[in-house]
């Protein structure tokens, strides 16, 4: 069929709902466009977008200077594999080290795909190093999201995620979040140890200082590797470019991938030296990852983003959104939490799935993380002006549910 010819929104969604596999439930509109933190859908209802594409259109939609550059770049080189060299990508893994803990860079498609690549880089790592057949147990946490596929959703301990899928990857072991006391289990047999920095999918949690700090000290104890998932949590969601910073410590591998290039399909892993050093030619590959189109998007992501003004920006806004939601005096919120943009209003019963519901009703985008928690992720490039309509717009929603 021609996808350019006119359907009602109707029509589309009945032909989605016949085509596409049914793992996602999808919202009862068809999106067409958008600006800034503004969507529209086919019929031209105005959508205010506090998903993001779940924490990815950091500089919202249509942004000027990203069409620019992927028009340019387009029109020059869009694909080479990893055969070759190419200007962007070398200049995106030059620029991700030098603002990072780490010295090489690893490109995939996506998040889960950067976790996987993070998973087999600790069990050569933990052989190539230590010579230890046997240390080959990772460590994960309550609550904890890696992606989907076979590697990281053996660390994404959710019951309803991993029962259709097992028998998953072997030796992982799920430990409580921000609990010091069993940081004991992780011994000489763990080679890894994953976490996010900060919860998204759990639910906006964030690891404590201290308990970075005790895990970082653990893992060098018994020689784990420690591996920060800052998926969605890093590259400016909280105000710092990463979201660990404010622990003090450093990891020996970073995972990124949501917002990375805006939009465009990106994961990265970052690993120091020393780990980069187990792996060999033809160890670990992607034919698509850090294409030339999409890593010279990322160069641009990433120059903005990083701009002390862009993240003095999220901290700002962050802590007038942070306010805002406080001052909604409504019995059903529970409370709110998180930082710079990324932020979570928990509910005192499972109110998520209406609250979302509603949104569209009140013309907003929104997602949950649960049952019982709104993630609060907007576009980083978010005004003031647009927090006050969305937590007038939740007030209203909140009235109704
Ligand atoms: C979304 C997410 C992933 C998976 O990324 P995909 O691009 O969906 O594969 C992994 N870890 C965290 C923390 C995430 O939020």
């Known amino acids: 069929m021609d996808f350019a010819r006119d359907l009602t929104a109707a029509e589309i969604m009945a032909l989605g709902e016949a085509h596409i596999v049914k793992t996602y439930k999808r919202a009862p509109m068809v999106l067409s466009h958008g600006r800034g933190v503004q969507t529209w859908d086919t019929e031209g209802r105005e959508y205010l977008d506090f998903a993001a594409g779940i924490a990815v259109n950091a500089l919202g939609h249509a942004d000027a200077g990203m069409v620019a550059v992927l028009a340019e770049q387009a029109a020059k080189l869009t694909h080479t594999s990893n055969l070759y060299y190419s200007l962007p990508q070398i200049a995106l893994a030059e620029k ?98 994953f976490i996010e920095p900060i919860q998204g999918e759990g639910g906006i949690h964030a690891a404590t200082p201290d308990f970075l700090r005790a895990l970082r000290a653990r893992c060098d104890q018994v020689g784990a590797l420690l591996v920060f998932d800052e998926v969605q949590c890093g590259l400016g969601r909280t105000g710092d470019l990463w979201a660990h910073t404010i622990s003090g410590i450093t990891p020996d591998m970073m995972t990124l991938a ?45 120059d903005r983003i990083s701009a002390p003004h862009f993240l003095a920006h999220v901290k700002e806004v962050g802590s007038y959104l942070k306010e805002r939601l406080e001052e909604i005096n409504s019995p059903k919120i529970k409370e709110v939490r998180g930082r710079g943009l990324m932020l979570g209003v928990e509910f005192t019963g499972d109110l998520a799935g209406s609250v979302v519901e509603q949104g569209y009703a009140h013309g907003l985008l929104l997602v949950g993380s649960g049952t019982n928690v709104l993630r609060v992720i907007p576009p980083l490039i978010v005004s003031e002006r647009e927090c006050d309509s969305f937590a007038d717009r939740l007030t209203a929603i909140l009235a109704k549910v």
Request: proline share 6%.
């Open 96 to 193: 991700l080290t030098a603002h990072s803990f780490a010295d090489r860079v690893f490109f995939t498609n996506s998040g889960t795909e950067a976790n996987e690549a993070a998973i087999k880089f600790a069990r050569k790592y933990a052989r190539a190093a230590h010579n230890a057949a046997d240390k080959t147990q990772i460590a994960c946490f309550d609550h904890a999201f890696h992606g989907r596929t076979m590697g990281s959703l053996s660390l994404t301990p959710k019951e309803a995620y991993q029962a259709p899928f097992r028998p998953l990857v072997p030796d992982v072991i799920v430990l409580p979040f921000n609990d010091s006391a069993a940081l004991e289990q992780i011994t000489e047999r763990t080679c890894a140890v």
């Open 258 to 302: 949501k917002p990375l290039a805006g939009g465009l399909p990106i994961g990265a892993l970052l690993a120091t030296e020393s780990v980069a050093a187990a792996l060999s030619y033809g160890d670990h590959g992607s034919t698509f990852a850090g294409s030339p189109l999409i890593t010279a998007v990322a160069n641009h992501v990433f």
